[in-house]
């Protein structure tokens, strides 16, 4: 039982470590003899009616001075173009262009993001998800950190604000994920490509470099572009960096549990790298790791026995501690037993079904 306890020891100081060790975006402090550098901000768009309102007035809401919007509608069948024309109101800052026919061997958001970079005038390219918000100086201190820390590729995870039930359990496990087991001192400061984690809500690059390693087109194919994107930059020898965002960006992913589901479902078993080995072994890892203190737990309070209370009460302030840096709701990390075992259905229902060559639904588009 003291193994098990030093276990939970462990991992606590490494999340306290990641925590201190992932940066923040820094304070803008402009050149006034430099120009600033222009920022193109790259929206791919499928359907997203119930987002336009939110992403047009953050967007319309930023400070920084030089930047252009470019929002592809990706043959949209709702609302969508006409809710973009009713918001932008003729703002010369935003150009709509139309996407083009889904091209064999490509997924949607892919081909999409790569027709965004093409009609894209910027130094930067900040590709961000419909479902995003930013704050008003977001743009400032993006470059700022990423000047700084000579990133050229620049992302992070985050604010995730949760309605129904299943998001509040899954999504936040995201930033536990990162906190918890990504090396994040080597993660941004080796080029090791398997050390890397990027969230495609949120990825500033500099257009350049973005360009010399073929942007979009080299993971054309990819389910988890963003990861498969960071790890290219990183196969080629340049920077990229993971840092805390969540103090300027939110998140609205998903709206129904179903979305949640199969949204996960899509994702999942890919970014295990289709590793059934994997799947098991982290559900064995998650059952000891985040279900089985509470049994132990509970034991513990009738016995009077610490060393079984202790494991269950380091886990939840390792929880604790996570959804604070990530500006998580306040006594969500009181459910990390449930959101494991639903992770861990997650995890054998996305891979059941690549077994079963069922593939995937999003977007009204099918995937394999």
Known sequence: MIYYMLLFIFMLLLTIVNIKAMPKLKRYEPDSKTPQPLISIL????????????????IKGLTYSNLECVILDDQSTDQTRTQLLKEIHGDP?????????????????????????????GDYLLFVDADVELKERTLEHTLATAQATKAALLTGFPRFPVKTWLEALVVPLQHVVVFSYLPVVVANRNKMSKASAAHG?????????????????????????DVHL????????????????????????????????????????????????????LSF?????????????????FTGNMLWILPFCIMLFQRFLIDRS???????????????????????????????????????????
């Open 230 to 281: 960071a790890q290219l930059f990183k196969q080629k020898k340049h920077r990229v960096i993971l840092a805390n965002i969540t103090s300027h960006v939110s998140c609205y992913m998903y709206e129904t549990t179903e979305e949640v589901w199969n949204g996960f479902a899509k994702n999942i078993f890919v970014g295990l790298g289709r590793s059934a080995k994997a799947v098991w072994v």
């Open 93 to 121: 800052r935003f150009t709509i262009i139309e996407g083009k026919e889904l091209r064999e061997g490509w997924v949607g958001k892919v081909h999409a993001c790569h027709q965004l970079s093409q009609a894209a005038n």
């Open 326 to 368: 990530a500006q998580q709701k306040g006594l969500l990390f009181c459910t990390m037993p449930a959101s494991a075992i639903v992770l861990m259905l997650l995890m054998n229902h996305s891979m059941k079904r690549e077994r079963k060559k069922q593939g995937y639904e999003w977007k009204g588009r099918h995937y394999q």
């Open 201 to 225: 809500a949120f990825m500033f690059i500099k257009k350049e470099t973005y360009e010399a390693v073929g942007g979009h087109e080299a993971v054309k194919s990819s389910l988890v572009e």
């Open 43 to 58: 929206i791919p768009m499928r359907n997203e009616e119930r987002n336009v309102k939110r992403i047009i007035s953050s």
């Open 285 to 301: 890892f998650f059952a000891c790791y985040y279900v089985l203190p509470l049994p132990f737990f509970i034991a513990g309070i």
